[in-house]
């Protein structure tokens, strides 16, 4: 009995296991929001205008809520760090990439988050993984890769500096998330995720301004504004609160799995909205992906 009330469980709250599934629903939808915004928007231009917004929703949300808004002591310079990394690296590397590589190729290397953070977890010391964690993310893993590699996989010298950001961004996000683990306690989600979105987001707005200045702002359809919307208010502000209080409650390697679900919904919500077609293999990695996610639960 004595050691029952001293040893945590193993098995991550049913509430963060939701927590996660909601964030690999809006990240998986906003794929089809972003292709819909960027029709009408240069990416930075877009990148930049959502990110603003953002930071302006949650400084409100975060002045309602405790009645101030600073930074707290000695904390600044880590979430500045963690503003750039998760933020403004993160979204450069991956919309710059994206734009020299193709869809397939970043998403394929994304797809390898979850092994990333368990890695470099592993070697900075700041979450081990279980040995059936390491077969769930490498089941997952693989999994990701099906789903992706179904529509075609073209690594060449074309794609050669697309491919070689996505790998930066992956390792930026990876970065960030084991870098909210190194927080303490006394410091809220709300607050984490405000002052990092908020610090990050002057770099974005810098490399976006040329672009954002040249827009034409009376030929922005207003679908475009509304993809906006979704990218900034759920993607960006709800998103990124849900995963900064798994990352803090069931630890980063928990968290990142849910990754590998995402290319399962922006597929299917790809072919429910823009009518792209679902292929067999996408099915078999969609079991693996499930799968993996289960066995890490453990």
């Excluded at 469980?9 to 089809?32: E, H, K, Q």
């Excluded at 915004?37 to 240069?42: C, N, R, V």
């Excluded at 908020?198 to 490399?207: E, R, S």
């Amino acid at each position: 009995p004595s050691e029952l009330t001293v040893r945590p469980s193993a098995r991550p709250p049913v509430t963060a296991d939701a927590g996660m599934l909601l964030v690999t629903l809006i990240w998986g939808t906003n794929f089809t929001a972003m292709k819909i915004g960027l029709e009408a928007m240069p990416p930075l231009a877009f990148t930049a205008l959502r990110f603003v917004s953002s930071s302006l929703l949650l400084c409100a949300i975060l002045r309602i809520r405790t009645g101030r808004l600073s930074i707290p002591k000695g904390l600044f310079w880590p979430l500045v760090g963690l503003g750039v990394l998760g933020n403004t690296l993160y979204q450069l590397a991956f919309t710059i990439g994206l734009a020299l590589s193709t869809a397939t190729n970043c998403a394929l290397i994304l797809s390898t988050m979850p092994a990333v953070v368990a890695t470099l977890g592993h070697l900075t010391g700041v979450e081990h993984a279980t040995r059936r964690m390491w077969w769930g993310i490498g089941i997952a893993t693989v999994g990701v890769a099906l789903v992706v590699a179904a529509r075609g996989v073209a690594f060449t010298a074309s794609t050669l500096r697309g491919d070689l950001l996505a790998i930066a961004a992956t390792l930026f996000w990876a970065s960030y998330t084991l870098g909210l683990r190194r927080l303490p306690k006394t410091i809220s989600t709300l607050e984490v995720t405000t002052l990092a979105t908020l610090t990050g987001t002057p770099g974005l707005v810098l490399a976006g301004l040329p672009a954002i200045l040249g827009l034409g702002w009376g030929a922005v359809p207003l679908r475009a504004w509304l993809a906006m919307a979704y990218a900034s208010v759920l993607s960006l502000v709800v998103a990124y609160f849900i995963w900064n209080a798994s990352v803090a409650r069931v630890g980063s390697n928990r968290t990142a799995i849910y990754m590998c679900i995402t290319p399962i919904v922006a597929a299917i919500v790809a072919w429910l909205v823009l009518g792209e077609r679902l292929l067999p293999l996408q099915g078999v990695g969609a079991v693996l992906i499930v799968a993996g996610v289960l066995l890490t639960r453990k």
